[in-house]
């Protein structure tokens, strides 16, 4: 799937793999895909809103998410 046009707001790279912060959630890609990357939704309990910030845990396998107005969530990378 391509990304929808909307804006980003954070990105990291883990083990491989890209994970993008947008206004209506979080996604993820293989990296070094260039213009034609596959990206999927990742999480499924996260809300459909605004991630404002995008960090990777120290343990490298998990990604902590700040939404706006829904609190911080933490999500598995597969």
């Known amino acids: ?32 895909g260039g213009v034609s990357t596959a990206w999927s939704r990742l999480g499924t309990h996260l809300p459909n809103t605004s991630l404002n910030d995008v960090r990777l845990d120290p343990n490298g396998t998990t990604v902590l998410a700040a939404t706006h107005g829904r609190g911080l969530w933490r999500i598995r990378i597969p």
């Open 1 to 32: 799937m391509l990304l929808p046009d909307l804006p980003s707001d954070a990105l990291v790279l883990s083990g491989g793999k890209l994970v993008l912060g947008t206004d209506i959630g979080a996604f993820i890609a293989n990296a070094g």
